[in-house]
Nanobody, 126 residues
Framework: QVHLVESGGGLVQTGGSLKLSCAAS????????MGWFRQAPGKEREFLST????????YYADSVKGRFTISRDNAKNTVTLQMNSLESEDTAIYYC???????????????????WGKGTLVTVSS
């Protein structure tokens, strides 16, 4: 079992930045593919980014490519999502997830991620 806890959400103005963190426990962290997803009100959960266990491979959704950056620190069992140039459309609950398969697989089949955090709310206001 893997336990994931997100932090760093909050209120930010349009054009601002925010950094989300996710702390993982319960399994060797470097063996896990990690990912970030979000769900806006009335919409389905959306894939944002995945990162391989070593951190050497990353995937991004087109909607956030160039604005968001995923990274991980295997010594601290954490994965982060740096979000820049935020827009009102980025308002959502952001979820951290972990899986045992490849980062590429989960970029195509995001719902297959094995473990999920409870989410952290990001509100972008003008």
């Amino acid at each position: 079992q893997v336990h994931l806890v997100e932090s760093g959400g909050g209120l930010v103005q349009t054009g601002g930045s925010l950094k989300l963190s996710c702390a993982a426990s319960g399994r060797s962290f470097s063996t896990l593919t990690m990912g970030w997803f979000r769900q806006a009100p009335g919409k389905e959960r959306e894939f944002l980014s995945t990162i391989s266990g070593t951190g050497g491979t990353t995937y991004y959704a087109d909607s956030v490519k160039g604005r968001f950056t995923i990274s991980r620190d295997n010594a601290k069992n954490t994965v982060t999502l740096q979000m820049n140039s935020l827009e009102s459309e980025d308002t959502a609950i952001y979820y951290c997830a972990a899986g045992l398969l490849s980062a590429r697989y989960y970029s195509t089949y995001p719902r297959a991620m094995d473990y999920w955090g409870k989410g952290t709310l990001v509100t972008v206001s003008s």
